[in-house]
């Protein structure tokens, strides 16, 4: 998480010998943003965690698999598909699945037509929670971030939140991207 040069030593615009290109340090304003970024962002998962915790019982990325199958076509979805929306592992989504089977609020199905695939399905019961717990979880988002910001803050730092998701997308074949693995 480092990411002002060493103490004691000065950034380098190149390396004087050839080798591997001397890191760009940020700048004290840049270390100030990435700092405010990665302060900010923590604050606020862990605020919609426990709000869901709280309220539901689960944590935030459960919630958004829930919603996820609750917005799809007949409430389902391929797991790799929800997988790669969620931007987790395989691994971690079954695991995160078993919970939500456990507490009835998903189901997997077997696809047809492939023998390996599985859908997970969202059922009454999940639609239920999502029923009860959405109000608090809207409030709890409204109070932590749009309510704190000027329609303009929002509109930018909505732009500014697509550049970064848009620049960290991988469009090309064979990306390290956590659904694959």
């Given at each position: 998480m480092n990411t002002a040069p060493p103490s004691g030593?000065?950034?380098t615009s190149a390396p004087e010998q050839p080798g591997p290109a001397a890191p760009r340090w940020l700048t004290?304003?840049?270390?100030?943003?990435w700092r405010a970024y990665l302060h900010a962002t923590t604050l606020l998962e862990?605020?919609?965690?426990?709000?869901?915790?709280?309220?539901?019982g689960m944590p935030h990325i459960y919630y958004g698999l829930l919603v996820k199958l609750a917005e799809s076509p007949r409430r389902r979805l391929r797991m790799?598909?929800?997988a790669m929306h969620a931007k987790?592992?395989?691994?971690?989504?079954?695991?995160?699945?078993?919970?939500?089977?456990?507490?009835?609020?998903?189901?997997?199905?077997?696809c047809p037509s492939d023998k390996r695939g599985q859908f997970a399905v969202l059922t009454e019961e999940g639609r239920e929670v999502m029923r009860r717990t959405a109000p608090g979880h809207v409030d709890?988002?409204?109070q932590a971030l749009f309510d704190r910001l000027t329609?303009?803050?929002q509109k930018s730092l909505g732009e500014i939140m697509q550049i970064v998701a848009e620049g960290l997308?991988?469009?090309?074949a064979g990306a390290d991207l956590p659904w694959l693995r």
């Open positions: 030593s000065a950034p004290a304003d840049e270390q100030r943003v862990d605020h919609l965690d426990r709000q869901l915790q709280r309220d539901a790799t598909e929800l987790i592992t395989r691994s971690r989504l079954s695991h995160a699945v078993a919970r939500l089977e456990k507490n009835g609020w998903v189901r997997r199905e077997d709890a988002v409204r329609p303009e803050q997308q991988p469009n090309e």
